[in-house]
């Protein structure tokens, strides 16, 4: 899986990831559970994934949403 974003803002990963089905990409959210446990302090932030061979074209949908300064750089 390839990580797209990393935050602590939970409309952010929800809006993300509504893009992502629409398109039919299969995402992530991980660290949710952990997020959990942690009181929503914001310490632990959430991940976007996707699967390696959609992130390119995921990117482009999430920059195409406005969404390009939220993603990680390609690593």
Do not use: W, Y
């Amino acid at each position: 899986m390839h990580e797209l974003i990393r935050a602590n803002d939970a409309v952010l990963l929800s809006f993300a990831e509504s893009l992502m089905k629409d398109a039919g990409i299969h995402c992530f959210i991980a660290d949710q559970g952990m997020s959990v446990l942690e009181g929503s302090l914001g310490m632990l932030p959430r991940r976007l994934l996707v699967d390696e061979e959609m992130a390119d074209q995921a990117r482009r949908i999430l920059i195409d949403a406005g969404l390009g300064d939220e993603l990680r750089d390609r690593t």
